[in-house]
């Protein structure tokens, strides 16, 4: 079973940018792709970007294009999403998770961390 710690969460203010981290373990037997979900409160969890360990290949849900970038380090068995023009609205718990088998475009993961809070205020 593959491990997920997410981290770099945090309380930041409009405009700012962060950037989480994804350490999972386990990895070899049990992964083909990490991806970030969030979930506001009140709302369901939205998926937001995945990315495959072998090449690099991504996936975005359209409204983060061009604010968010998800890459892995490989070495490092870590995936990041950097986010960039946080806005009040990206407040949310932010999860990582994990993906077991192909497509990525199907976005059907199985298995998610305990997620790390971020907070953008206005």
């Known amino acids: 079973q593959v491990q997920l710690v997410e981290s770099g969460g945090g309380l930041v203010q409009a405009g700012s940018s962060l950037r989480l981290s994804c350490a999972a373990s386990g990895r070899p037997f049990n992964s083909y792709a990490l991806g970030w979900f969030r979930q506001a409160p009140g709302k369901g969890r939205q998926f937001l970007a995945g990315t495959t360990w072998t090449d690099g290949s991504t996936d975005y849900r359209d409204f983060v294009k061009g604010r968010f970038t998800i890459s892995r380090d490989n070495a490092n068995n870590t995936v990041y999403l950097q986010m960039n023009s946080l806005k009040p609205e990206d407040t949310a718990v932010y999860y990582c998770?994990?993906?077991?088998?192909?497509?990525?475009?199907?976005?059907?993961?199985?298995?998610w961390g305990q997620g790390t809070q971020v907070t953008v205020s206005s």
């Open positions: 998770a994990n993906k077991r088998r192909p497509p990525l475009s199907d976005r059907l993961y199985d298995y």
